[in-house]
């Protein structure tokens, strides 16, 4: 009981009263936020109040820090988040590992990722013609994927839960049963 409350005492003196403080003050708010990092990375730091999150995002994403983000939103519990935003923020930056798991986790859904993957790489596929070295890279990241899915791990990490794996397992087939047969 008293290690669920000092969790809660820390988060809130952090979030909601620390953060709050700092949020006028740009470069306060910067460092306070890019400070996160290596905390969320390690998972120390799991749960980010809703607001902190779409800032450290906003103020990643605003200093051109992509790699952050990735590495921030697979550490995270994305489901607070504006899903459809965080999806198209990952796509127009090649965040793909985040893309996924932002599928994954907060969705359930482990076919879109395939699915959006398959229809870059697969029509130069089809035509015969030389892929981008970023269609290379999605198609290698789409290999890992089915592979992980395929062995009942959670891409780019941990494992898909239980009650989910055989229903994982048979969508991914039935997918790429489905994108062959075409």
């Not at 409350?5 to 009263?17: A, C, E, T, V």
């Not at 306060?28 to 450290?56: H, K, N, Q, W």
């Not at 999605?138 to 992980?148: A, H």
Request: net charge negative; glycine share 4%.
């Amino acid at each position: 009981m008293n290690v669920l409350f000092s969790l809660w005492s820390y988060r809130d003196l952090l979030f909601n009263q620390l953060y709050t403080r700092l949020v006028e003050n740009c470069v306060a708010r910067g460092v306070f936020l890019e400070s996160l990092e290596p905390y969320i990375v390690s998972e120390r730091l799991g749960c980010v109040t809703a607001p902190v999150m779409r800032d450290l995002l906003t103020h990643l994403q605003d200093n051109n820090m992509m790699d952050s983000v990735e590495n921030c939103l697979i550490h995270l519990d994305i489901t607070s988040l504006d899903i459809q935003q965080v999806v198209q923020m990952c796509w127009d930056n090649q965040l793909y590992d985040a893309m996924i798991y932002v599928f994954n986790r907060g969705m359930n859904d482990y076919i879109n990722p395939m699915e959006k993957l398959f229809q870059v790489i697969g029509p130069p596929l089809r035509e015969g013609k030389a892929l981008t070295d970023e269609q290379v890279v999605m198609g290698n990241k789409l290999l890992v994927y089915i592979s992980c899915s395929l062995a009942g791990r959670a891409y780019p990490l941990g494992d898909i839960p239980e009650d989910l794996v055989s229903q994982v397992k048979n969508q991914v087939l039935v997918c790429i049963r489905d994108r062959f047969l075409e």
